[in-house]
């Protein structure tokens, strides 16, 4: 058998280096736990990235995955699947929304969100030159569209021209909003969570003031949370805190769990005003598979209490986390919400991250001086205690 180091020579070579990878190989998953191919176990706070909220090795996941693999895994969207009738009513269920259309992954899904909102516009008046306000720090994907309202320069700028008519606002200052608004503003799209950008959370109030804008100005709210949504914050969907719906909301990450599947949904007055027959597509969105998987996720969901574990345990984590935050001269302090926190440094984290990684303990960052805590949405107050034992021997090695 090849060793690790042997794989990440050969990776290295022919992969295109888009990332800066952690020197381990990945294998099998159990529960909470991850093993590299030589064995060694970690405690996993990464998910995937907020990906896997069951945990690995979920028996009744890998089931229903296989027994749909064994009747049909694709048929196009030329034709109705049963898979993808019982997601749409199952996602419209948790979500409140009206309608919805599959994608293959979270920057599509926004794709097709800011596609909705602009024909939505353009059947009102006719004209071409709508504009969309995002947010600084804010991340919604790498594809072009996606790009163009991601609110970090650097990720933009070998790239430009962006697709055009975009203004960036400051999350949480509503003068800044009003500033960047116009005539010709269609949509106003953020993350009811920013995640990447640093795990800043909108304020209730910030989201009111904006909804009741957009409301004034028949201006369509696009909430993506396709990170902070699917149970992570304590709620199926983390504007249902606060009850400010949006007119278009899109989701992935843990809508497969591991299966690459995304959707944008909206309201049913959203969805009868913008794309009709010949306006968007996809070859794969909601194919039997990925529909099966969203079909199992949301009944293990059901199941499994998961958003219960999270407003327990997620608080639990949040006390943990403010413990180690008074504890430390380094930690500025912490950040987010149920089983989506960011402990903010007033130093680069790398050092930390690579240094728990050596102790078994997967962690992320987000943005520079920050560790994001994403979890899979099992984990228990024990799993809680070790990750904190760790990233305490972490901190105390390097003080
Ligand atoms: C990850 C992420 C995306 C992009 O999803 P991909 O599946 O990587 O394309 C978009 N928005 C938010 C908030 C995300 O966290």
Not at 227 to 253: E, L, S
Request: hydrophobic fraction near 40%; glycine fraction near 10%.
């Amino acid at each position: 058998m090849e060793t690790m180091k042997q794989y990440i020579e050969e990776a290295e070579k022919a992969l295109l280096h888009t990332y800066n990878r952690y020197q381990i190989v990945l294998d099998k998953g159990e529960g909470v736990w991850l093993y590299d191919i030589e064995g060694k176990r970690y405690l996993d706070f990464c998910a995937g990235i907020a990906v896997f909220a069951l945990g690995y090795h979920n028996r009744k996941y890998n089931d229903a995955l296989k027994a749909q693999i064994d009747k049909l895994i694709h048929t196009s969207n030329y034709y109705y699947n049963v898979p993808a009738i019982e997601a749409a009513r199952k996602i419209k269920e948790v979500s409140g929304m009206d309608r919805v259309f599959f994608t293959n992954s979270g920057a599509e899904a926004v794709e097709g969100a800011i596609k909705a909102a602009r024909k939505y516009a353009y059947l009102k008046d006719g004209r071409t030159d709508h504009e969309i306000i995002a947010m600084e720090h804010s991340f919604h994907g790498r594809t072009m569209g996606a790009l163009s309202v991601t609110g970090n320069p650097a990720y933009r700028e070998a790239f430009e021209p962006m697709i055009g008519n975009i203004r960036f606002a400051s999350l949480n200052d509503f003068e800044s909003v009003k500033k960047a608004l116009t005539e010709k503003t269609c949509a106003i799209i953020m993350e009811t969570v920013q995640g990447e950008g640093g795990v800043i959370p909108a304020q209730e109030s910030f989201l009111k003031q904006v909804k009741a804008l957009c409301q004034e100005r028949d201006i369509l709210l696009i909430l993506d949370e396709i990170q902070c949504g699917m149970g992570r914050t304590g709620a199926m969907f983390a504007w249902q805190h606060y009850g400010v719906k949006p007119d278009i909301m899109t989701t992935a990450k843990a809508l497969g769990c591991g299966i690459p599947v995304g959707a944008f949904l909206m309201t049913e007055k959203v969805g009868a005003n913008s794309l009709t027959s010949g306006d968007h597509g996809t070859t794969y969105g909601g194919n039997p598979l990925a529909a099966a998987a969203i079909n199992i996720v949301l009944d293990l969901f059901a199941e499994n209490h998961i958003i219960d574990n999270v407003k327990e345990t997620g608080a639990y984590l949040e006390r943990k986390l403010d413990e180690l935050a008074a504890e430390y001269d380094c930690i500025e302090g912490r950040r987010g919400r149920g089983m989506l926190q960011g402990l903010v440094f007033s130093r680069p984290v790398n050092g930390v991250i690579q240094k728990a990684l050596e102790k078994g303990l997967i962690l992320i960052n987000a943005g520079a001086n920050v560790i994001r805590f994403v979890p899979p949405l099992i984990i228990t107050r024990e799993h809680v205690d070790e990750m904190a034992e760790i990233l305490k021997s972490c901190l105390d090695e390097m003080e």
